[in-house]
């Protein structure tokens, strides 16, 4: 499943999201949306904030060569229903937690990795978790103690045609991306179809100190992954690493250059590559 060069964003987005195989599960009053590819070891992937599995459209065709990822579309978000009314994180990655099981079937191992809100779901899920989470890998992650600088933001719902544009490419280049000329079209067609379906609002969680109170009950590896230039971190990354073994000591680092907070798209080749170096040297895998 290769990014087809020239292929229209729209097409190849729904050419990969074809063929996938998709799996529904109990989430709130609906149905939570799963996407499988490939075969293997399972991995799971947690797209961020106001998004869906379509943040990890670089990843998905080298990353399920040798894996089976499983992708889902997290409660209030993307295709998926929203989950029980909660104050917290906890309760929305007790309903993942319980999807992954039925998704895989009760017991079952997998890696799980997550970004940004996803990584603070992650944290969640893997201080739930058993033996069968077998690492957690946190990739720009925030809620881990040290404040953030604020990032201003476009309101989108309100636009259409040539400056609805505009406000994704500006939104893109202040949070998502360290250099604006990589914001290409499928970046900006990924972005416009997350937010249209975008109903869960979890920015909130981002200044608080859940991810690090949740992960601190990991008993499994972890690891945590930045891009160099990532908005929510810069200039600080390395206090966000210090914060992290505080409560794990043994946990991964590693920053990947030139690359801002959605450093699985940007730096794609880069980061499938350290998350893989990451499993085969901390997993076996």
Known sequence: MPIGTGEAPEALLRRLGAAARRVETPCGEGRMAWHV????E??????????????????????????MLVCPDTPGLGE?????????????????????ARVLGPGRRYDLCGFSYGALLSG???????EELRSVTLVGAG????????????????????????????????LMFADPRNIDALALAVQEWNTRHARFVSRGFAGTTGLRDAIARARCPVALIYGERDAIAWPEVELRFQALRAVQPEAWTGVIPGAGHWVAYEAAE???????DMLRRRIGR
Do not use: C, Y
């Open 143 to 174: 809620a881990l103690g040290p404040k953030r600088q604020v990032t201003e933001l476009t309101k989108v719902r309100s636009l259409e045609g040539e400056a609805r544009i505009a406000a994704h490419r500006h939104n893109l280049a202040a």
């Open 37 to 40: 590819w490939g075969e293997g």
């Open 124 to 130: 969640h899920v893997a201080a739930q978790a058993g």
């Open 42 to 67: 399972p991995l799971v992937l947690l797209h961020g904030g106001s998004g869906s599995w379509r943040h990890w459209v670089r990843n998905i065709g080298p990353l399920s060569r040798d894996r």
């Open 80 to 100: 998926s229903a929203m989950p029980p009314e909660a104050g917290t994180p906890a309760p929305v990655a007790a309903v993942i937690r319980e999807g992954i």
């Open 270 to 276: 880069s980061f499938n590559a350290m998350l893989a």
